[in-house]
């Protein structure tokens, strides 16, 4: 019988310990999906207003509200925000503030990067990394065929993901938005030394022929990246 309840309190409590490590684990998860979520609403606010110290304000506020979140938790959220030129997504960008951008050229973008660490004094965790990042990048070509604007502007994410949900109200074309002007959109996929592009095909018709085109890009989470090109 000794023998019978020592093995039930043993089960008994490396089930509990395994159901408190999810519990865990479920924390760490939403925390790093939610440290995402404030990079790309911090790129956002950038991108409209140019202000470098907006992802540091974000994180500073995301920090207390973690601690309110969690209480028990013992959580303590770090973060190294980097300064100066870095390769990524093929580029070489320089931050400011874990913030960049590189406009108004034929190949621009938008950036924002993070490396964060987190502790959790109540399970002994400490020194986790993550990072969180978030980009916006597009390469601009405009050509004519006879009276009709035409650009080609491939638009991708982060990890080169391709950006397929745009429509005529993400775009503007030398100030003015899409949806307003006489066009049609569509897009198609092409392989670019190895990487999967989706290319959005825009046709202007009856265009006055401008010298140079500008063109705003705004994807789902309200990043913009606006490129100019000369006209062909």
Do not use: C
Request: charged share 15%; hydrophobic share 40%.
């Amino acid at each position: 019988m000794i023998v019978a309840i020592g093995t039930i309190m043993y089960s008994t409590v490396t089930y509990f310990r395994h159901e408190r490590w999810q519990e865990y684990q479920m924390v760490i998860g939403n925390i790093e999906s939610s440290s995402q979520q404030v990079v790309e609403i911090s790129l956002a606010n950038y991108t409209w207003t140019m202000n470098n110290a907006v992802l540091r304000d974000n994180l500073v506020r995301w920090q207390s509200d973690l601690r309110k979140a969690y209480p028990g938790f013992g959580i303590s959220l770090g973060y190294l925000l980097p300064n100066g030129s870095q390769q990524a997504y093929g580029l070489n960008i320089t931050y400011i503030q874990g913030l960049a951008s590189q406009w108004n050229n034929p190949t621009s973008y938008s950036a924002a990067n993070v490396t964060l660490s987190l502790n959790l004094t109540s399970v002994g965790l400490t020194g986790y990394k993550f990072i969180a990042s978030a980009f916006l990048g597009v390469i601009l070509n405009a050509t004519y065929d006879g009276n009709d604007l035409v650009i080609f502007i491939a638009v991708e994410k982060e990890d080169a993901t391709p950006v397929t949900n745009l429509n005529k109200n993400s775009f503007s074309i030398n100030n003015e938005s899409l949806a307003n002007i006489k066009s049609t959109l569509t897009h198609f996929y092409e392989m670019d030394n190895g990487v999967l592009r989706i290319i959005y095909r825009i046709v202007i018709l009856n265009y006055p022929k401008p010298s140079n085109v500008l063109v705003a890009v705004v994807d789902s989470r309200k990043i913009t990246v606006v490129a100019n090109s000369t006209v062909t």
